[in-house]
Every structure is written in structure tokens, then in C-alpha cells.
């Protein structure tokens, strides 16, 4: 899945996401691997996570492995865990209208 917009909800059981530069988005995700040009502000839960040269991360990210290009910012809680995967479909929710 390819973000290059806004979007808030949750990202859920995916095997691949990633924010484009013109990314901004809030929320959940969990996927197999995240890979981030734009910002994010949320929670992230991976196996593995790559930030690239623009990318904003801003909440709790908890990651297998993960890499930083210079220029990446990550502010917040990270912690080194496995990433476990769940079973069923793949789901994409948007954040509920107020």
C-alpha cells in the first residue's frame, strides 16, 4: 500500500506500506516492512522500518530492524521487538468522520 496524501485511521496486516514525500499521515500501522519519505505521527509496529532522507516520524515505533537516512527524524519511543504477523485480511481504516 502507497500513501501520498493525507490519511488518519489505521493501516492494519499489510505486507508492505510506504509514505511517499508527500505523505502525511496519522494513525496505526502494522505491516511486514514500512518505508517512509513523508511524515507520520501514530503508532508503528514492523519488521522492518526505513526512514529515508525527508521522512518525519513522530509517536511510538517498536521494529525488528531499522534504518535511518541522514536527514530522518524519528521523535518519540522506539523499542527492538519481533514483529508479529497476524492472520487474515489485510484492512485499511480511515479515521471516523467528527
Partial sequence: MHVDG???GSIIDVSMVSIGLNGDVRGTIRARRVVISGRFEGEIRTGTLDLLQKAMVKGEVC???LSVERGGVLDGRCCQEAYEESFGDAVALPAPAV
Avoid: A, I, Y
Fill in 63 to 65: 521494529c525488528e530492524q
Fill in 6 to 8: 493525507e490519511f488518519e
